[in-house]
């Protein structure tokens, strides 16, 4: 069992043991040999070939030397299965007609899980070829993100509007979409653990464009419910919802094993109001990982030794940036930062 796991589930970390780190989105953006293979395949088909998506996930473990691997997927597969037309195109997933375009075709979704065998596929070849300390990390994107772009479509503005007002307005239909997104999320995790999955991170990219108490009344549950559904079978979560603020509080050990803190909250901050027992990860910021490395030293210095004085809690910390790494960040930024968290 590699260092990710040991620590989500508190469990002790020996002297050999690596620190626990992976960066988000470290597989499909600037890695060189991922931007030479993508010269060749598009993305569609490098995510829906199990031996190529293998290939790319493990590409981060070899290049980066990180010992998480993040499955080489996308968060927008269940809109997918649950009927809706994606094109990945030039300028990025498209979907041909967001639910707004027309609010009671939402009745007609229904999940099908046969679209989703390659993920399922790819992970049982992982499993088999990943180094003992590296974790496996299943993901999906959480109800709310989700929910945002199956309404609003994609590439448009990250304010959601026609998302947000759906929302509102539409309560019976939006309940409605909400149940179908979870229920699929969570056939769709377990699956993913039946395939090897060790740790699983549900990623709430637009947990933020709620005000804070519709967030925590109305979203939350949905989140608990899939996390729950996965945590009964032994995997221990990752919660990431981006722009929370002083909400994360709500996120209790009840949720979640783990919470990923986003670059905007400051890691002691989120530290002082969540129980001990949570483990922590984060939040490097990658705009100044994207600076590059003499931008990038001090801020992780602090980072490392925030992470000395955590492990005395239960939960512990797990290295990672607190959003997704940048197109255009050097590889050579990201090496150092793992060599220098290794030496310490
Ligand atoms: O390292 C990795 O790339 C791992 C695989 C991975 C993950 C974990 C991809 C591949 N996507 C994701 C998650 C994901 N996808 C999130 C949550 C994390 C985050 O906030 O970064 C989100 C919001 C998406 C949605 C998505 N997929 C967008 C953003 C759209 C928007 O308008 O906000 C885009 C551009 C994609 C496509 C995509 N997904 C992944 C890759 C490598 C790509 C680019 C495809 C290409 O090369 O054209």
């Given amino acids: 069992m590699g260092p990710i796991e040991k620590t989500l589930k508190r469990l002790p970390i020996s002297a050999d043991d690596e620190k626990p780190l992976w960066f988000m989105r470290q597989a499909g953006r600037v890695l060189p040999r991922y931007l030479k293979l993508r010269e060749s395949y598009s993305f569609d088909t490098l995510m829906k070939e199990p031996e190529l998506a293998a290939k790319v996930t493990l590409l981060p473990i070899e290049d980066l030397k990180v010992n998480g691997a993040i499955l ?10 649950l009927g809706m037309e994606l094109k990945f195109t030039d300028a990025g997933p ?8 027309a609010p009671n075709s939402i009745e007609h979704l229904s999940f099908d899980d046969s679209k989703l065998q390659h993920v399922y596929k790819t992970l049982e070849i992982l499993t088999r070829e990943l180094p003992q300390k590296v974790t496996m990390i299943g993901f999906c994107g959480a109800p709310l993100t989700v929910f945002c772009y199956m309404v609003q479509g994609l590439g448009s503005d990250h304010d959601f ?3 947000v007002s759906l929302f509102y307005k539409e309560e019976k239909l939006r309940n409605i979409l909400l149940e179908k997104i ?3 999320s969570i056939e ?3 699956h993913q653990v039946a395939a090897g999955a060790r740790v699983f991170q ?5 947990a933020g464009i709620l005000p804070a108490k519709d967030f925590t009344e109305i979203i939350l549950p949905y989140v608990q419910r899939i996390l729950a559904s996965i945590r009964e079978t032994g995997v221990p979560v990752i919660y990431f919802p981006r722009g929370l603020g002083l909400a994360n509080s709500a996120i209790t050990f009840e949720i979640a094993d783990g919470l990923g803190v986003d670059w ?3 890691l002691a901050e989120i530290d002082s109001i969540v129980p001990a027992d949570i483990t922590l990860q984060g939040n490097l910021d990658p705009r100044r990982v994207k600076a590059g490395w003499p931008f990038v030293q001090p801020a992780l210095d602090q980072l490392i030794e925030f992470h000395i004085a955590r492990r005395a809690k239960p939960g512990k910390h797990i290295f990672n940036l607190g959003h997704g790494v940048i197109p255009g960040t050097k590889m050579e930024t990201l090496q150092k930062i793992v060599q220098r968290i290794q030496e310490k």
């Fill in 72 to 81: 080489f997927s996308d968060i927008l597969v269940i809109p997918e299965a």
């Fill in 94 to 101: 498209r979907f041909s007609s967001p639910l707004s375009q």
């Fill in 161 to 163: 509007p026609a998302a």
């Fill in 182 to 184: 979870t229920q699929a």
């Fill in 188 to 190: 769709y995790a377990k």
């Fill in 202 to 206: 549900l990623f709430d990219t637009w």
């Fill in 264 to 266: 905007q909250s400051d």
